[in-house]
């Protein structure tokens, strides 16, 4: 795809490497069929390559985001389906993440939508804040059809019984069952561990009885990716930050092998922490060494070398990949 950026405009790294991202993309329309917000629609703009043009042109333009692309940005999951049948590696998700960001900073959204990104920036991340809104929440239910719109929405979406916190999301170390063989940090997270704390438990259980050693760590939390995909940089990396400060406690401690994710949201932005943080000085290479370390379900590790700017793949994916290659 040609682009026309300034050098100006091209001596920000956020846009450079975006527009590398949009060079790569032969508008082949392969990634529509797997997205399913276009599916859905059938809007080509509520498909990868219809945004990657609303991107294209608000970034060119360096104007502030409209509504429509602001609408059509925000439909998408960023599920990353599109990017497992792109044939030319583009990465839409660092693109959609520059798109959202600068969405956040240039459109003023409806007071109502603002209000609502805040509440949502601000629960979801803290488990305790997030388990007392769905309390809240289970008591509205007989009266969600009174509520306007999305509230209306969220309360239908709150479950029923809302499980008691578990034990294990404190910080702690989980002693390996016979010979300790590895030691690995957990990222506990924030809203699976409110919604089903069992996940967290059957980690632990699994990975001590293959002897290893589980950590989690005091300081570690929400690993950022709620906030980021809102466009909030600051909130974002402040989380990555804190995290990789608690893992490196660890590592410089009694090391670690690994650190497991396993939402496979979660694990996507431990892969992307290098990237995220490779223009700050005093945390890029711990930022990668992270990355380089996490281990997560549904997502491959981060490219050869762990690089953190190589196209993602789900692990079946990579695979069938990989045997294609080699047949
Ligand atoms: S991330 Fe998912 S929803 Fe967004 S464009 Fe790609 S396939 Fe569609
Ligand atoms: S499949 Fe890849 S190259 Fe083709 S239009 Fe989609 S993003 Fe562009």
Redesign the pocket.
């Known amino acids: 795809m040609q682009t026309s950026f300034t050098l100006a405009q091209l001596a920000d790294p956020d846009t450079a490497q975006s527009e590398k991202i949009l060079r790569a993309c032969v508008h082949c329309g392969f990634?529509t069929a797997?997205?399913?917000?276009?599916l859905l629609t059938g809007d080509e703009l509520d498909?990868?390559r219809g945004?990657i043009y609303l991107i294209k042109e608000m970034l060119e333009s360096g104007q502030a985001a409209s509504a429509t692309v602001a609408k059509h940005i925000d439909r998408?999951?960023?599920?990353?389906?599109?990017?497992t049948t792109c044939p030319s590696g583009v990465h839409?998700m660092h693109l959609?993440d520059h798109a959202r960001r600068h969405i956040a900073r240039t459109f003023r959204r409806p007071l109502g939508d603002r209000l609502l990104r805040r509440m949502l920036a601000a629960l979801l991340p803290r488990p305790g804040l997030f388990r007392q809104a769905l309390r809240l929440a289970r008591l509205a239910r007989p009266l969600a059809g009174l509520l306007p719109g999305r509230l209306r929405g969220m309360a239908g979406l709150a479950p029923a019984a809302i499980p008691a916190p578990s034990p294990v999301d404190r910080p702690q170390v989980f002693s390996a069952e016979g010979t300790r063989r590895r030691r690995v940090a957990l990222l506990s997270g924030c809203v699976q561990t409110v919604l089903r704390p069992g996940i967290n438990e059957a980690t632990i259980r699994l990975l001590t009885r293959h002897g290893i050693e589980v950590v989690v760590a005091p300081g570690a939390g929400c690993c950022g990716a709620l906030t980021h995909h809102l466009g909030e940089e600051a909130p974002a990396l402040a989380s990555a930050r804190r995290n990789i400060a608690a893992w490196w406690r660890e590592i410089e401690g009694e090391g670690l092998d690994a650190i497991v994710a396993n939402a496979s949201g979660c694990g996507t932005m431990l892969k992307d922490y290098g990237f995220l943080l490779r223009e700050d000085a005093a945390w890029a290479a711990k930022a990668a060494r992270v990355s380089r370390e996490s281990r997560c379900s549904g997502w491959s590790a981060n490219g050869p070398g762990g690089s953190p700017i190589t196209r993602p793949a789900p692990c079946s994916t990579a695979r069938a990949w990989k045997r294609r290659r080699a047949g």
């Open positions: 990634c797997t997205c399913p917000t276009y498909g990868p945004r998408c999951l960023s599920c990353l389906a599109c990017m839409y959609v």
